[in-house]
């Protein structure tokens, strides 16, 4: 009889106390889940720079574009070669014969790429470099379609497709960077 009254005692205070944790829990004393913040809430690196060419917040701002917007911001033109890796037709582009001294910036997203000073005549109908401003100023990416091997030039801000990188350029490097124009932007060097 005595074990059994401890027994029942026993069952009853552990009884007692899950009931007072199972309470506690559900007790709209104790503190809300954090509300979710809705995607839109929250400061979106877009937001935080705007659409500005020459925001700083680099390349995790273009990263973060949707094809709508790049669509939007960008010519068909523009768009077919930036965002699909197409290519303009040669001698159409208006910087394939340009002289003018200045700074070749990425017409997508605004950064420097290449200077007239490392421009040569290639004779293909493309604006053609031998080497960019910067080593970083564009990324190189292997490229198989059209069933050639190819090396892909991207801005590396924005991953703008800027044309191919081919070893029969001229000295110093021996590299000719082939470019599309759509997607290049001369700025002058102001006259002296
Ligand atoms: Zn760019």
Redesign the pocket.
């Known amino acids: 009889m005595k074990w059994t009254l401890a027994l029942i005692l026993t069952a009853s205070i552990f009884a007692l106390s899950a009931l007072r944790i199972a309470t506690a829990r559900n007790s709209p004393t104790t503190k809300p889940a954090m509300k979710q913040q809705s995607p839109s809430a929250q400061p979106s690196a877009a937001a935080a720079c705007g659409l500005d060419p020459d925001a700083a917040c680099g390349s995790t701002h273009?990263k973060q574009k949707s094809e709508a917007e790049w669509r939007k911001q960008l010519t068909p033109e523009q768009y077919r070669i930036a965002r699909e890796a197409g290519t303009e037709r040669a001698f159409s582009g208006k910087y394939w014969n340009t002289h003018t001294k200045g700074a070749y910036h990425?017409?997508?997203?605004?950064?420097p790429?290449f200077s007239s000073e490392t421009k040569f005549e290639s004779g293909t109908g493309w604006p053609s470099f031998y080497q960019p401003v910067a080593k970083n100023a564009v990324t190189e990416h292997p490229d198989e379609s059209l069933g050639m091997v190819r090396t892909e030039v991207q801005?590396?801000?924005?991953?703008?497709h800027l044309g191919h990188l081919f070893d029969d350029g001229p000295k110093p490097t021996g590299l000719r960077y082939c470019l599309n124009s759509a997607?290049l932007n001369l700025v002058p060097d102001p006259a002296k």
């Open positions: 273009w990425c017409a997508v997203c605004g950064q790429l801005c590396s801000q924005c991953g703008a997607v």
